[in-house]
């Protein structure tokens, strides 16, 4: 079983930044998603166990900025140069196969957290 708690959403003004932390338990690849008030869920960023390989959507590239620290057993998402379109709950997930397949798609994931909100002002 693979526990995942995120920590680190809040109110930024639009350009700011905020860091996103997920405390997970396990050897897993790792994913954010997001979701906007009603609109669907959808990939932000995936780094896979080593940190070696990492995914972003192409909204978030150059501004997000995806890490993990495996011996504290964290995944980072660092946000930069926020927009009020980032504006959404935030949710790490974990798969437990370590692929880079189908990094995008939530239905790969097998376990998720309660999400944290990231609200953006403009």
């Known amino acids: 079983q693979v526990q995942l708690v995120e920590s680190g959403g809040g109110l930024v003004q639009a350009g700011g930044s905020l860091r996103l932390s997920c405390a997970a338990s396990g050897r897993t690849f790792m994913g954010w998603f997001r979701q906007a008030p009603g609109k669907e869920r959808e990939f932000v960023s995936a780094i896979s166990w080593n940190g070696f390989t990492t995914y972003y959507a192409d909204s978030v590239k150059g501004r997000f900025t995806i890490s993990r620290d495996n011996v504290e057993n964290t995944v980072n998402l660092q946000m930069n140069s926020l927009k009020p379109e980032d504006t959404a709950v935030y949710y790490c997930?974990?798969?437990?196969?370590?692929?880079?397949?189908?990094?995008?798609?939530?239905?790969?994931?097998?376990?998720w957290g309660q999400g944290t909100q990231v609200t953006v002002s403009s």
């Open positions: 997930a974990a798969k437990v196969i370590d692929s880079g397949l189908g990094y995008g798609d939530q239905d790969q994931y097998d376990y």
